[in-house]
């Protein structure tokens, strides 16, 4: 059975007369929303459709959060417009302006520019989203008798959050503390204070940090909202959530749903819904241009330039949701790939058992077809041929598989985007000449084998099978050799290889049969022709990259954990001026064997500070990443260099010295605080 199907069975023994079920998951719109959020929809997405496969009713309820107060500007708005929206930090999303107005003109929001962005990549998945806007819901006065009853139950709130922290209340903390924050009118921020509530808790006096003062009637004023751990229960109540999913954070012994669980039975007399924490998701390999550094973040649509939303879908539904997995942007997503269509292709012949036929239907779009194109032939073959669709049509008609550009198109988009953004080494190009130094490496023998195949290859009418066969029969020929002896593999890979080399300069690539017939002959013939002398172009000195050779360092057990330094003001540590700096230029200083001259923008002009990591990093390692720099540290005289600077690194006798690098995104000036 599968993992939702049981979520869904528990759900209806709770309640099994309810007329519909209320699958629940919700996000703040804080920013792009990322492909590990959307585990929060899939977890309820696959518990709604296994309860409406048990004949239930039941709905997808998803909120925005778009009531939530901004806390920081993310890296890609910074990026591009500098420090310009600090000033909207504590508004609420939906009354921030719209970041970029002219990648979506119709969003009238911050809020609404992310939703957009989210729910028209929801619409590959064939996933519809019954949507509550919380700012909506909270300024129609939707919940006014909710917030009331918080504030009559104030000190009963409080006592229920006291007994999940682990220090101790402040005298005077009890009576001071109320469940709700108001949005100044005038700065439109949360940055108000309530000093007094009416007996009937219906009107409250309140002053703001920009300096304005009011009386706000929450029976009539509606621009409040409720703190999340009794915002979240107050609305199970309002909708009649049975589930809702959530991260492992909140699921902990004093996590958001255990606190709020016990809000919502003691203070709205609801019984909490069924609660399924979840894992994180990984990213396993190399992004490619898929990375921060391009401001390209995570979301569903740009993980689908390589996984077709099937697989998406495939790999939430197939994995238990407190197990993690990892998005593959390095080979393993042609492992995903071919895992997928094994279980597609066994439906598809009544071959699978009863959970794999529950996870290709959770996994499956309607009034969308999946053609289990084999990834890695794609991949394999594609690059050969240069993408070239018609080419490569006539190539799967050869080797016996004729897929149409229209089977293999959705396909074949992924495999191209992923060799070139994310796997450039895999491409399998076809060399320009003969690889004379790899031939003059074999023994007579293997030069002689490589002669059969140039003579098996210039003749006719072979087919694929034969030359299957033929392949493996030249080394026999050659060594004398029969089938089941032991030197016959060793000696049948070792051909392969040197027929790799000499056609695309590695020791391995595309099944080789395959690759022979199916790729034209007059394409690379004549690169294990060897039987004319070396041209002149031939001889002329291959220019070949020079392989970096990592040394290995060696460390030893941690350093001990020192205590605590003295404790500090915010002041003095706010004195210190830490700023996001791009390296230029690393130089060796003549006089120094540990250090280096680093040249480094600060985002108003080029700095030079001087740093001993000479022995830890090469110069390639550092030029054009990003550190951070004491930057209003007084300059000091080492090694004959003006440092104007100190860069900030972690040192430890289990890693050495290791220079703490940031993301590529954030802008150079940005100030660390």
């Not at 003295?566 to 706010?574: N, V």
Request: aromatic share 12%; proline share 5%; with cysteine.
């Amino acid at each position: 059975m599968h993992w939702s199907e049981k979520i869904a069975q528990e759900i209806i023994a709770r309640n099994p007369n309810k007329e519909e079920y209320v699958c629940a998951a919700g996000i703040s719109p804080s920013g792009s929303i990322h492909i590990g959020n959307f585990r929060d929809i899939a977890t309820s997405y696959f518990v709604m459709r296994a309860l409406r496969s048990m004949g239930k009713k039941a709905r997808l309820l998803f909120s925005w959060d778009e009531f939530d107060r901004m806390r920081k500007v993310p890296a890609n708005v910074r990026a591009v417009h500098g420090d310009a929206f600090d000033c909207y930090i504590g508004r609420p999303y939906v009354d921030v302006p719209n970041p970029f107005p002219e990648a979506d003109p119709d969003a009238a929001n911050y809020a609404e520019y992310f939703e957009h962005e989210f729910l028209n990549s929801m619409k590959n998945f064939g996933i519809e989203l019954d949507c509550r806007y919380q700012a909506k819901m909270y300024r129609e006065g939707k919940y006014v008798s909710r917030i009331l009853e918080a504030l009559s139950k104030r000190g009963e709130i409080f006592d229920i959050l006291d007994s999940f922290r682990t220090q101790e209340a402040q005298p005077g903390e009890r009576e001071a503390y109320y469940p709700v924050s108001i949005y100044c009118p005038e700065c439109k921020r949360d940055t108000t204070t309530i000093t007094s509530l009416s007996d009937d808790c219906h009107v409250a006096e309140y002053h703001c940090e920009c300096g304005h003062t009011g009386t706000f009637d929450f029976t009539k004023d509606f621009n409040c909202k409720l703190a999340w751990k009794i915002d979240w229960p107050m609305r199970w109540l309002y909708e009649g959530v049975d589930f809702e999913p959530g991260g492992k954070d909140h699921a902990s012994p004093a996590g958001s749903y255990q606190t709020s669980r016990v809000i919502s039975k003691q203070i709205y007399d609801y019984e909490a819904p069924m609660f399924q924490g979840y894992e994180f998701i990984g990213i396993k390999g190399s992004t490619g241009k898929m990375s921060g550094s391009t401001g390209l973040n995570l979301t569903p649509d740009a993980l689908m330039q390589i996984y077709q939303p099937e697989l998406i879908l495939w790999l939430y539904a197939k994995t238990d949701p407190m197990r993690a997995f990892d998005f593959c942007f390095d080979d393993g997503i042609l492992k995903q790939y071919f895992e997928f269509d094994r279980m597609f292709n066994a439906v598809q012949t009544g071959k699978a058992d009863e959970l794999t036929r529950s996870i290709m239907e959770l996994s499956s779009i309607e009034g969308h077809n999946v053609i289990p194109v084999p990834m890695s032939l794609l991949v394999q073959l594609g690059s050969v041929v240069d993408f070239n669709e018609a080419m490569l049509e006539t190539v799967f008609a050869k080797i016996g598989t004729p897929y149409t550009n229209a089977d293999f198109a959705e396909r074949l988009t992924r495999a191209k985007y992923w060799l070139e953004q994310c796997a450039p080494d895999q491409v399998n190009h076809l060399r320009k000449g003969r690889n004379w130094a790899a031939y003059e490496a074999l023994t007579e023998e293997e030069k002689k084998e490589i002669a059969l195949l140039h003579e098996y290859l210039t003749g006719e009418g072979y087919s694929l099978d034969e030359l299957m066969n033929a392949l493996y029969d030249i080394p026999k020929k050659v060594f004398g050799l029969a089938e089941g002896d032991k030197e016959l593999k060793t000696k049948q890979g070792a051909f392969f290889k040197s027929v790799y080399r000499l056609l695309i300069d590695k020791e391995a690539g595309p099944r080789l049969y395959l690759f022979l017939y199916a790729i034209e002959k007059e394409r690379y013939i004549k690169l294990l022709d060897f039987s004319t002398p070396m041209t002149e172009e031939e001889a002329q000195p291959e220019v070949v990259e020079e392989e970096v050779v990592v040394e290995e360092k060696v460390y030893g057990d941690p350093d001990p954990v020192k205590p605590i330094a003295e404790e500090i003001e915010a002041d003095k540590f706010f004195a210190v001026d830490l700023r996001v700096c791009k390296v230029l230029k690393c130089q060796e200083i003549r006089k120094s064997a540990n250090c280096y001259k680093l040249t480094l923008f600060d985002g108003l002009d080029e700095r030079v500070i001087v740093s001993s990591i000479r022995h830890d990093y090469k110069p390639e390692e550092l030029i054009g990443r990003k550190i951070i720099v004491v930057a209003n540290l007084k300059p000091a005289r080492i090694t004959g260099v003006t440092s104007n600077g100190m860069l900030l690194a972690g040192t430890n006798n289990a890693c050495g010295c290791k220079v703490i690098f940031v993301d590529d995104m954030i802008p150079e000036g940005t100030r660390i605080c």
